[in-house]
């Protein structure tokens, strides 16, 4: 199986639970009081739906110039000059989104683990560079 059949699957199964983008947001707001901070005002409902499209477009980031071109537009919107994330605040929002498949994927393991880090490498580290 390839890494993205293994990561399709991890994330299909982690749908199943409707809370699973809550608990993520759970997890990353404990990871820092100003993460919390910044979707204070924010509707959540609608965050959500962002964080849909944002996990799509970054898996797309290895094969489409288009999908690495909105991941570009995103990370200058959370930058210095938007909303101020840091680079290596990317680590702890992946971190933060494996913890929770880690929670919602019965299956989960260390080969899901990698799938989901490998599957979001390039889009990853398109934000972070976006972001200084």
Same mark, same amino acid.
């Given at each position: ?11 299909? @199964?982690?749908? @199943? ?8 947001? @759970? ?24 964080? !849909? ?19 570009? @537009? ?53 934000? !972070?560079?976006?972001?200084?």
């Amino acid at each position: 199986m390839d890494t993205h059949e293994i990561f399709n699957d991890s994330y299909t @199964r982690c749908l @199943r639970n409707n809370q699973f983008f809550f608990i993520f947001y @759970r997890h990353f707001w404990q990871q820092e009081r100003r993460f919390k901070d910044l979707f204070q005002d924010v509707d959540l409902e609608r965050q959500v739906q962002m964080l !849909k499209l944002s996990i799509s477009m970054i898996i797309l980031a290895s094969s489409s110039e288009q999908a690495r071109e909105s991941i570009r @537009r995103f990370g200058k919107a959370h930058g210095p000059d938007g909303i101020g994330v840091q680079p290596n605040d990317f680590e702890v929002w992946l971190d933060s989104l494996i913890e929770t498949v880690q929670i919602c994927d019965p299956k989960y393991n260390d080969e899901i683990a990698f799938a989901w880090r490998e599957c979001f490498k390039e889009g990853i580290a398109i934000m !972070k560079q976006e972001c200084l």
